[in-house]
């Protein structure tokens, strides 16, 4: 009897541990990010987040400098370009098919008419406005 009780507990973590859901290595690299961004520039994770995620409009030069670290830690912007495929990858992981479908058909003609000759703050959140779902 003792035998079946071992096995039925073992069952039951197997199925248990299984059937969480774990965060995929690019959200929870992200919220890694988001964390150093948001510490460096003195914006809470949860204002951070959202602005991330398009559900706050970005209202001051450190929110914008958050983006810009953003876009540089997760590998978006190096060097002076901004790598729109890697964006547009994130952007799949985050919005709805329907406003990533929206999206990004216009996104790439967006962010080629991005100024590059601004600062980093201001080029993330052009970025930024030329990833707001619609």
């Known amino acids: 009897m003792k035998f079946v009780t071992v096995i039925a507990v073992v069952c039951y973590l197997f199925v ?10 690019s959200r929870s690299d992200s919220l890694e990010v988001l964390e150093k961004c948001s510490n460096e520039n003195n914006i809470s994770l949860l204002i951070a987040d959202k602005l991330v995620k398009h559900t706050k ?11 810009s670290c953003f876009l540089k ?7 002076g370009e ?15 098919d329907e406003k990533y479908k929206r999206l990004e058909g216009t996104f790439k ?10 600062d980093t703050c201001e080029i993330a959140n052009d970025v930024h406005l ?5």
């Open 73 to 79: 830690e997760r590998g978006y912007y190096v060097n």
């Open 57 to 67: 409009p970005v209202s001051n030069r450190d929110e914008k400098c958050l983006l």
């Open 16 to 25: 248990a541990t299984n059937s969480l859901t774990t965060p995929s290595s």
């Open 109 to 118: 003609t967006c962010v080629s008419k991005v100024d590059k000759n601004k």
């Open 82 to 96: 901004i790598d729109t495929e890697k964006i547009l990858q994130y952007l799949k992981t985050i919005l709805s």
């Open 130 to 134: 030329c990833a707001e779902p619609s």
